[in-house]
């Protein structure tokens, strides 16, 4: 934060993180910024900034203490998250046989390859660009969230399938959530539940555990 607080992205972040502390009655209180370019005093201006900056960690760390997600949170995480990746300072960890199958599937086998996530599409798209196994955008034919809806229900599938021009029969989904692949299940989709830690595997109720399940993509193989 010290690195970049005269960019006009991290001001606009704490000045929507203040504004949701005042909403909260329990939360600690946040000063309004001083704009630096308004002040001839040096000394003065790094005070200010300290001041500002140990008011919005103590807002910060109330949020993550207590839970507390709000839209400013969610923003600040992103912008943190990105900042990070395009330093070069942040890396995401991706398993070697996701890496190694996508890229068979997609250039050996011609299989097209989306990624439905419950976050942010464009959040996806930078994770993806900067893993230990590279650009991993490079495979993927396209990327959708949940401004198409929630997984959890059968008209988001069909509004997917409707983007990408495919039918239901020719289209597997990969999830770890049993409530998604029965969304996905009940209008035609092929649904596997990918689970690698054994725990996940014990947890499933009867319905879940009738859905085929593998727990590494090696274990996937297609015609």
Request: proline fraction near 3%.
């Amino acid at each position: 934060m010290h690195e970049n607080w005269n960019t006009k992205q991290v001001r606009m972040d704490l000045e929507q993180l203040r504004l949701e502390s005042e909403l909260d009655p329990n939360a600690p209180k946040m000063l309004p910024l001083i704009d630096d370019d308004n002040s001839n005093n040096n000394n003065n201006n790094n005070n200010n900034n300290d001041n500002d900056i140990d008011t919005a960690f103590d807002y910060v760390r109330y949020c993550l203490d207590n839970r507390k997600e709000n839209k400013a949170m969610t923003l600040l995480r992103f912008h943190m998250w990105f900042d990070g990746y395009a330093k070069n300072r942040l890396e995401t960890p991706v398993y070697s046989d996701v890496a190694i199958q996508i890229q068979k599937w997609r250039c050996d086998q011609d299989i097209k390859l989306y990624v439905f996530s419950n976050g942010w599409s464009e959040a996806t798209r930078r994770f993806m660009m900067k893993t230990n196994h590279g650009d991993l955008n490079l495979l993927i034919d396209g990327y959708f969230d949940t401004s198409l809806g929630q997984l959890n229900d059968p008209d988001t599938f069909r509004k997917m399938l409707q983007r990408i021009n495919e039918k239901p029969e020719n289209v597997m989904f990969l999830t770890k959530s049993p409530e998604e692949g029965r969304a996905a299940e009940s209008i035609g989709l092929t649904v596997v539940l990918v689970l690698t830690h054994r725990r996940n595997i014990e947890r499933l109720d009867d319905d879940g555990r009738r859905m085929a399940r593998v727990r590494s993509f090696n274990e996937l193989e297609f015609e």
